[in-house]
């Protein structure tokens, strides 16, 4: 059982401003003629009132202080993680994010998008040159070997076409 008026008369000692903020205590309304506008002063609490509130209310385990494994308390639930739990893991994500920045600018790291975008179109152009030399070089070719330039033009260009489908489908070898 609470005794609310030595809970009453406790708030009203706390000062105007506490733990860095301001108090605000509403005026509660007080049963008999007085009306509910008008503050009264609670009766100080009797010496016995507290014993009473510390039997009846049992205090909290304080958290244990330590390192926190997933495997020593098994997964812990992101959105109710353990103080220490929670703070070493966003010190961690800070720092890896601060790493990464320092890479970035130290030009370790690239844009990722950027990257592909260059490969994609330095292998365009590389396909591109290639699928036009045949036609740039048969007919050099085939004056040289005295023979028919639209022949070997045909005969280039299907080897040129086959060396870049198999260039295109590389082989799955991993190391």
């Given amino acids: 059982m609470i005794d609310v008026e030595a809970s009453e008369w406790n708030l009203d000692q706390r000062p105007a ?3 860095g903020g301001v108090t605000h205590r509403p005026i509660r309304a007080v049963t008999g003629n007085t009306s509910a506008r008008e ?5 100080k609490p009797k010496s016995d009132t507290w014993q009473k509130l510390g ?13 926190y494994e997933a495997e020593d308390i098994g997964p812990l639930d ?3 993680l353990p103080l220490p739990e929670a ?7 800070l720092g890896l994010q601060r790493k990464q920045e320092v890479e970035k600018n130290d030009k370790k790291l690239v844009d990722r998008e ?8 330095t292998a365009r152009d590389y ?12 007919v050099v070719m ?3 070997l005295k023979v028919d330039p639209r022949a070997l033009t045909t005969i280039l260009n299907a080897h040129v076409k086959q060396h870049l489908s198999e260039l295109g489908e590389p082989s799955a070898e991993f190391a």
């Fill in 17 to 19: 401003s506490y733990r």
């Fill in 39 to 43: 503050p009264t002063a609670p009766a």
């Fill in 55 to 67: 039997e009846a209310m049992p205090r909290p385990a304080p958290l244990p202080v330590g390192d």
């Fill in 78 to 80: 992101p959105t109710n």
């Fill in 87 to 93: 703070i070493r893991r966003k010190e961690n994500f």
């Fill in 114 to 121: 950027a990257a592909e975008k260059l490969f994609f179109d």
């Fill in 127 to 138: 396909r591109d040159a290639w699928q036009s030399w045949p036609a740039r070089i048969a």
């Fill in 142 to 144: 085939a004056d040289e």
